[in-house]
């Protein structure tokens, strides 16, 4: 049985954060019934391109929301309330990825839920926080990197500031969100109440600062851009030329020096007291790095790694489709097929609950599970006619 069946959220999202994060949930086995608004054409992520699969469905949408239910709900309707109440009476969470003034407004506060069930748990994904000056501010990642300090941290030390390749601050806040929603329907399971819990792009982007922060906070460091993406502190760690390319290295524990030296044939350089220990190498990182550089462009990147396997933490310097191609990747399963209406053939990566996850089902049609869903929470059809005449659903 999948560790999270028999949990129902229903997910007031859009885009990326949120819905990274529920579908972490989905993959578990837990039911998450989304909500997405009939008047905008649904989640905008639906329409985010270059790659479409016909009307109102892209690959973008479906990296997001595979193992999910659609529920088409304009929230800003009065009777919306209605449909939100009998909603909640059967669920343990909801999760929204709004801004932040817009949950109280909408009334998916627990304050506005607890009457039709008392054990909701309500999560709040949001920009800069459910209160405070920015509370109606709209925000994205990639604006959370450049003010939270990390293009500072990103990049060559003479090159312009520059983000992270990958939405990080998304794919962070939503697991902090479907964490912090289990955490409140464990807790709600166990004394019969619920809550609300706050997460926000801004607050948890600063999180990840992690020691970086401490060092500041407590000596004043302000760690800067090292050059071929260089630990801060630890040495060898960080990109080296080799005959066809890079390679990055990682001797992170004394004990891999010394085995990085055996398996270069340089084993004199283990024993140099110029690159003895960390702090050596540390004072001595221009020098290393040369000396490393001539060792390493003697032979090609899989020759090296041919030899450091299994001794000396390294890895190849892949783009993303050596990544999503190579051999291991094989191995490991990592790429699955979930096959679409449009395209039999699509594939996906595989989520990283191995041995607990769902299989992968596509993300649903816009609406496709609002009359179900109703149904299965007592609305007549003639009900369910009604707000759709009245464009409530």
Same mark, same amino acid.
């Given at each position: ?7 129902? %959220? ?42 479409? #699969? ?6 973008? &949408? ?8 659609? $529920? ?22 909801? #999760? ?56 500072? #941290? ?63 906070? @407590? ?28 390679? &990055? ?22 024993? @140099?007291?110029?690159?003895?220990? &960390?702090? @050596? ?46 051999? &291991? ?18 594939? %996906? ?8 996850? %769902? ?14 869903? $109703? ?11 009604? #707000? ?6």
């Amino acid at each position: 049985m999948p560790p999270l069946q028999g949990v129902r %959220v229903i997910a007031v999202e859009q885009y990326g954060a949120g819905p990274y994060g529920t579908m972490q949930l989905a993959d578990l086995g837990a039911e998450v019934i989304k909500i997405e608004n009939p008047k905008e054409g649904g989640d905008v992520a639906r329409r985010v391109g270059p790659y479409l #699969l016909g009307e109102n469905d892209s690959h973008f &949408f479906q990296s997001f929301n595979r193992n999910k239910r659609s $529920l088409t709900l304009d929230l800003k309707q009065p009777a919306a309330r209605e449909v939100m109440a009998a909603l909640a009476r059967n669920a343990d969470g909801v #999760l929204d990825n709004l801004r932040g003034d817009l949950p109280e407004r909408l009334g998916l506060t627990y304050e506005a839920l607890k009457a039709a069930n008392p054990r909701i748990v309500c999560a709040h994904l949001s920009a800069y926080g459910r209160s405070g000056s920015r509370a109606s501010w709209p925000g994205y990642d990639y604006l959370m990197q450049a003010e939270a300090g990390y293009l500072s #941290l990103t990049g060559e030390p003479d090159g312009p500031p520059a983000r992270m390749g990958l939405s990080v601050v998304d794919y962070m806040t939503g697991l902090f969100a479907g964490l912090g929603l289990l955490a409140g329907i464990i807790a709600a399971r166990a004394s019969g109440e619920g809550r609300d819990i706050d997460v926000s792009l801004y607050d948890c982007a600063l999180q990840n600062l992690s020691y970086l922060a401490t060092w500041y906070l @407590n000596e004043g460091h302000e760690q800067r851009r090292e050059a071929r993406s260089a630990h801060p502190s630890l040495t060898p760690s960080q990109l080296y030329r080799t005959k066809d390319g890079y390679i &990055f290295l990682m001797c992170n524990k004394e004990k891999f020096w010394p085995a990085l030296c055996q398996a270069i044939e340089r084993p004199g350089l283990a024993r @140099n007291p110029d690159f003895r220990s &960390f702090s @050596n190498r540390l004072a001595n990182r221009a020098r290393l790095t040369a000396l490393l550089d001539a060792t390493l462009s003697q032979r090609t990147t899989a020759e090296w790694l041919e030899r450091f396997a299994g001794t000396v933490p390294a890895a190849p310097v892949n783009g993303l489709a050596a990544a999503l191609d190579g051999d &291991f990747a094989r191995e490991r399963r990592r790429v699955v097929a979930m096959p679409h209406p449009a395209r039999p053939d699509f594939r %996906v990566v595989a989520t990283p609950f191995g041995g607990a996850a %769902v299989p992968p089902q596509p993300a649903p049609a816009l609406g496709a599970d609002t009359e179900a869903i $109703l149904g299965a929470c007592g609305f007549s059809a003639e009900r369910i006619a009604t #707000l759709r005449r009245e464009g409530v659903i």
